[in-house]
DNA sequence: TGCCGTCATATTATCGATAAAATACGGCTT
DNA sequence: AAGCCGTATTTTATCGATAATATGACGGCA
């Protein structure tokens, strides 16, 4: 059976197609019996719109598009956040996945692609400063994520550097003197990591204390389980530390399980902090210290100046620092 | 600046917009020395083609969506395992969210929306087999998860009550007798809970124990929050038990912060088990046993009906039970 | 020289909806 | 009765690409 188009639905009713694209869109007013007859034709054959050809003629999709690096953790938690924010809109949300490998990347927001959008929130991952700018996109678009970003986008990033340096002042403040920062790493590419870094080398500066280029320890990927392999090696290794400021909750929770597999206690030998305030931070023992990305305000965020794109704004861009807050769990010794 | 168009790109080079698109798309022969006049023209103007345009005439969207009830956890890492598998086949893979509200769901699914996509993986959490049935589209589709669903669908579902089975039997195994079904129910309405409630009473049985209906502790949603919740109430009230059988990792995720909190020790005191074998699982100490949905194989078989189905195949529907199998962790006395 | 086949490229029609312009119609004024 | 107006509805053109069909150019062969 073919579908049913409009043009079907109008000679059931005995009326144009234009009629019935006015019945169902409200744009001119139909007569109450003509619009009763269409909406009984539409009914009866169970017609229901193109949204392509809508979309070809029309230019609107109502649909906004999350592309994100990996649909897991971080990006699935800001997505549900997101989500009802476009929708009470009435826009629909969709996630897209870039694998957070550049080229992947660069063909999601390949201009093609974002034809099917009225806007877009990209988690920027794998891109660096210079592809961006090669982005030409006349698209609303609104970038997340802890790299640097060409001015003319919008953008909203967390406070890295304070949150990382909240963290470990506050295991300094209890006790800890030789704290990892597990996952930060040196290299300035990769600002999340590197800014956080920061965060960690100036609440030691800030105590007094000595920068170890040794308890900056990286990871291999930004997964539990390469933040365990890491941490295990340092161990292993014999460099002694009494604290962890771990780039991300989910590498966190590989610290975690690293240091109850080597019989370190949490927090009584080593406090652990960690990054995002996941929804796992509060259920693991014995409570995982985590500075608050403050989800739902960064969504807030970005919706918001995504809209005001969408609404036909093209004032100068906006660079929005998120600020971030401390939450304070059993793994480091200010907790319950 | 408009858009780009075919035909733009054909004025440029001097030829028509069909030797454009045959040169695009492979379809006819074209000359070299036309053939490199259009790709010189494509690069000068920096054409790239029309997608919804496409879609209209041609029919094929080359995507595919992948409709979870949430973006968090489970459908998070099921979809990550599903994306590389399509676009193995040059497609595209997008994730769209119901709330896991029947409304939500059935907008979702509609006809309209349905469109966009061809081919759709559907992970069915609100929709009861009598709404199912009236859905109808031509577009392959292929159901996730542990409901009832009409024949006619390609459908792929856990061995939940053989999972629920397997985990409970082995905490018996190793020496617990009154063990609660956290998360489960008697609702035979809801049949991930009820199949995998129906596993851990057969369990009991098969090891002469006693069903008792106060160990059926139901949840106010399947979260680590009210896992916890429950699981605390147990506790106040007094009922002794010594294992857990979580009707998924989330909640068992929230029972670990129950007992850690309540100062029993796992799995000394209680052994617990999940259901899903999330990343999370091998992290969080002592280890989580889990029986392990086998995500990979539950997406491959699901792409591989979908494949089917979008290449053209009729035949009759599948109806999958993915087997599962328990991962042993420390939290149950078998693990290490 | 004339006819045919083949390959390359161009034309035409179409996917389904909708914006913009045109028309029909009844009522009301003068 | 002629003219005008506002409302309801229809007609026409279009979004941009592509399937199907048509045309053109050239070489081969009798």
Same mark, same amino acid.
């Given at each position: ?47 229901? =719109? ?11 999709? %109502?649909?906004?598009?999350? #592309? ?8 699935? $938690?800001?997505? %549900? ?79 890295? $550097? $304070? ?42 500066? %800030? ?18 389980? @390469? ?7 340092? #161990? @292993? ?16 929770? *590989?610290? #975690? ?5 080597? *019989?370190?206690? =949490? ?66 010794? *200010?907790?319950?």
């Amino acid at each position: 059976m073919a579908r049913v188009t409009m043009a079907d639905v109008a000679r059931e009713a005995g009326v144009s197609a234009m009629t019935v694209s006015n019945v169902l869109n409200e744009r001119l007013p139909v007569n109450e019996p003509t619009r009763a007859r269409v909406m009984a034709a539409v009914a009866a054959l169970g017609y229901e =719109v193109n949204l392509t050809a809508r979309h070809l003629r029309a230019g609107r999709t %109502d649909t906004v598009a999350f #592309i994100v690096p990996s649909f897991h953790d971080y990006f699935g $938690e800001i997505a %549900d956040k997101i989500a009802p924010l476009i929708e009470a809109d009435g826009r629909h949300l969709v996630l897209e996945r870039t694998s957070a490998s550049p080229e992947y990347e660069m063909a999601a927001v390949s201009v093609a692609r974002l034809q099917y959008y009225d806007g877009v929130l990209l988690s920027v991952a794998g891109l660096d400063r210079d592809q961006l700018d090669r982005m030409r996109t006349p698209k609303p678009i609104v970038l997340l994520g802890e790299r640097d970003v060409p001015d003319r986008f919008n953008h909203v990033r967390l406070a890295n $550097e $304070e949150g990382a340096r909240l963290a470990t002042a506050h295991m300094i403040e209890h006790g800890s003197r030789r704290i990892l920062a597990l996952g930060c790493t040196f290299d300035t590419a990769h600002m999340m990591s590197s800014d956080r870094r920061a965060g960690w080398e100036r609440a030691l500066r %800030d105590a007094g204390l000595d920068v170890d280029a040794r308890h900056v320890v990286p990871v291999s990927t930004y997964t539990s389980a @390469a933040g365990r392999d890491a941490l295990l090696d340092v #161990i @292993a290794s014999g460099l002694p530390f009494d604290g962890v400021f771990a780039v991300t909750d989910v590498i966190a929770l *590989g610290a #975690i399980a690293a240091l109850a597999e080597s *019989g370190l206690r =949490v927090p009584v030998d080593v406090q652990l902090a960690g990054f995002d305030n996941l929804d796992m931070a509060r259920f693991v023992p014995p409570g995982l210290t985590s500075v608050d990305a403050n989800h739902e305000g960064v969504a807030e965020t970005a919706v918001g100046l995504l809209r005001r794109q969408m609404a036909g704004w093209t004032g100068p861009a906006e660079h929005v620092v998120a600020p971030v807050s401390l939450v304070v769990r059993g793994s480091t010794r *200010g907790g319950a």
